[in-house]
């Protein structure tokens, strides 16, 4: 593949995470400035870190590899909504995110209890 189409790869991977240096980009894929490098001097970039980063981010591999479509997975439902309590995750501490995990997981086994509930009282009886 031509070093122009992963130029173009490269920079949609510092749109993705923020980044506006290749250091603050290795920061953000979590590899050293120098492997970083590497993939610029041969041209290539892990698969396998372009699906992660798709991933958590929810973004289209086609837009991330091929600058095709839109950044956002708006085909799938994913609403602005989302995207904005994903961000709001993304910025809490760890524990923070696990604490807001728990707390979602709770909801939804309280709404499935409710549920329960509803459909036991609706039989005859």
């Not at 870190?49 to 708006?74: F, H, P, Y």
Request: with cysteine; glycine share 6%.
């Amino acid at each position: 593949m031509s070093s122009e189409f992963f130029a173009s790869v490269f920079a949609r991977l510092k749109q993705l995470t923020g980044s506006n240096t290749d250091v603050q980009l290795a920061r953000a894929l979590g590899v050293s400035p120098q492997t970083l490098s590497s993939w610029k001097v041969r041209a290539s970039v892990p698969y396998s870190i372009c699906v992660e980063l798709a991933r958590k981010n929810a973004c289209s591999l086609d837009w991330l590899l091929l600058g095709e479509g839109t950044l956002g997975n708006q085909a799938e439902g994913q609403t602005h909504w989302e995207n904005e309590a994903l961000e709001c995750l993304r910025s809490l501490s760890l524990t923070d995110r696990q604490a807001a995990l728990l707390y979602m997981k709770d909801k939804q086994r309280l709404q499935e209890l409710e549920r329960k509930l509803d459909r036991l009282d609706a039989l005859p009886g």
